[in-house]
């Protein structure tokens, strides 16, 4: 029995998506399926539409892309984290006059 292959989608793809008009479960199935880093994306694609039915494979894709918000935003937070930690030792730089030798601020991405 053919397995499932790990589904997920970047979250660029899912800002891009028009979901005013029909989106074929194929085309959603290739783009998570490169999310994922699936090399031969077309013929995995083809086995899975062959060997699942619809739904199953719709609501693979719908967790697929709960995984890449819950993603971005934990990745957020880790930003955001990190972006108060350089300001509170910036602060405290301040307060003891070695700003000088405290390192730029980082670039987050």
């Keep these: 029995m053919y397995k499932l292959p790990k589904l997920r989608f970047e979250y ?25 880093g699936n090399e031969k994306v077309d013929d995995t694609a083809q086995k899975c539409l062959e060997s699942f039915d619809e739904n199953i494979i719709s609501l693979a894709l719908c967790e697929a892309a709960g995984d ?8 957020k937070k880790r930003r955001e984290q ?20 405290y390192p730029e601020r980082p670039f987050y991405e």
């Excluded at 005013?20 to 479960?25: A, L, Q």
């Excluded at 890449?68 to 990745?75: F, G, I, N, Q």
Aim: with cysteine; net charge positive.
């Design 82 to 101: 990190a972006e108060y930690a350089w300001r509170i030792g910036w602060y405290i730089a301040c307060a003891l006059g070695t700003q000088r030798d």
């Design 68 to 75: 890449a918000l819950t993603l971005y935003r934990a990745k």
């Design 12 to 36: 660029a793809d899912i800002l891009n998506m028009d979901f005013k008009r029909n989106i074929d479960v194929e085309t959603l199935l290739k783009l998570a399926l490169k999310g994922a």
